[in-house]
């Protein structure tokens, strides 16, 4: 059993004569058995709510249960939580055995044979049984974040943490540890709480995504939810990469004008806007596609302005061909089509794959449905 709940959760740091709000008031409920990601731009209170729930910072209010007992005033070591470092923090004077033992040694009345165990288990789970007896100083990165691993799967807890494990990877060794750490998860079935600015990892990792900006919630929800069907355009703009396109827009009758275009509306989609006027007009680049249909009521001439090759697809910088220069937007196309800097082409936004957002408050007022 391993659910974990902050209720309203809220972290204050003094600064001077003021304060610093770094979470405010957070609401997430974790399922047993859940690997939920937290994610967001540096400074937004990730780590901080981790470290809350770890114990290592002190909650300004709400509370923390762990399996439905509050556990805010309970000391870190006492809370059946294993965390994991962005900097593996393993001892260097001694061998992986030893690091991997150290905690179970300090924190529990466990026999040394019980240990042994516990440590040769874990180190055959990741793969590194043969590395016992050395120094951290001779194992590389990834074998350091595997000990770093090992150490707390020894705990056996109710709940991981870990807190950018990968940052100090190269890309190739992230990308194996991302899919070494979710066929980890799988196995053990231990709910883990998993802080990342990346949000590859976080797409790719997650059966839930906790996006954090400023200290506050901006949405829970299943990675395609977070992608498809953002709350706000705070998520939309932060998840998916290119990022999401935005255009300001009024509302005049069924028919969105921005500066140098028009977008009409069906019913439908004028229904879920309702009275509101100033908009936010959004489209993920993959949903820009170039069309051979000549004009239609959501095709428009663009002109290309620069193009990045990625092999499998290209990275196509656009802007309306009445636009004034240096306002771009971006379309994700197929890797085989052939366009340069200066060509002029018809591109087609489908009314299916906008996205609609309060030009004031930035909610979404409409979203591409998922059933579609």
């Known amino acids: ?47 901080t709510t981790l470290r809350m729930v770890a114990g290592l910072e002190r909650v300004t209010s709400g509370e923390i249960r762990l399996d439905g007992a509050v556990v ?5 070591q ?42 040769a288990d ?25 000990v770093a691993l090992g150490r707390a799967i020894v705990r056996d807890p109710a709940v991981f943490l870990m807190d950018e494990p990968l940052s100090n990877l190269d890309a190739k060794l992230r990308s194996e540890m991302r899919t070494e750490l979710q066929r980890l998860q799988d196995e053990l079935d231990v709910t883990t709480m998993y802080v990342t600015h990346d949000q590859t990892e976080a797409m790719t990792m997650g059966d839930r995504i906790a996006i954090l900006d400023a200290g506050e919630l901006q949405q829970v929800a299943t ?31 069924d028919t969105l004008v921005g500066d140098a275009f028009e977008y009409p509306l069906s019913k439908s ?15 993920r680049p993959e949903d820009i596609s170039p069309t051979d249909a000549g004009a239609g009521a959501h095709a428009f001439r663009t002109v290309v302005e620069v193009v990045e090759p990625m092999g499998d697809e290209n990275t196509v910088y656009l802007r309306f061909e009445d636009a004034p220069d240096g306002e771009t937007f971006i379309a994700t ?6 366009l340069a800097a200066g060509d002029t082409v018809t591109v087609e936004v489908p009314e299916t794959t906008v996205h609609l957002f309060d030009g004031r408050s930035g909610e979404a007022v409409h979203n591409r449905d998922l059933t579609d």
């Not at 004569?17 to 690997?35: C, H, K, L, T």
């Not at 805010?72 to 870190?76: A, F």
């Not at 923090?89 to 026999?111: I, K, Q």
């Open 122 to 146: 874990a180190a055959d789970t990741m793969g590194i049984g043969e590395l016992l007896d050395r120094k951290p100083s001779d194992l590389s990165g990834g074998q350091r974040q595997r």
């Open 1 to 47: 059993m391993g659910t974990l709940e902050l209720d309203d959760v809220t972290k204050v740091f003094p600064d001077g004569d003021g304060e610093i709000v770094a979470v405010d008031g957070v609401d997430v409920e974790m399922r047993d058995g859940e690997f939920l990601v937290v994610v967001g731009p540096s400074g937004c209170g990730k780590s």
């Open 269 to 283: 989609t004028l229904d879920d806007v309702g009275g509101a006027t100033d908009l936010v007009l959004g489209v």
């Open 223 to 253: 990675p395609l939810e977070c992608y498809h069907e953002p709350a706000n355009r705070f998520v939309a703009g932060f998840i998916g990469d290119p990022s999401m396109n935005f255009f300001d827009v009024e509302r005049d009758g």
């Open 78 to 119: 006492h809370r059946n939580i294993a965390m994991v470092f962005q900097s593996y923090a393993l001892y260097p004077h001694m061998t992986v055995r030893e690091n991997m033992a150290f905690g179970l040694e300090e924190s529990t009345d466990l026999p040394d044979d019980e240990i042994e165990a516990r440590v």
């Open 72 to 76: 805010n005033d309970v000391k870190p």
């Open 333 to 338: 196309i197929d890797g085989l089509e052939r």
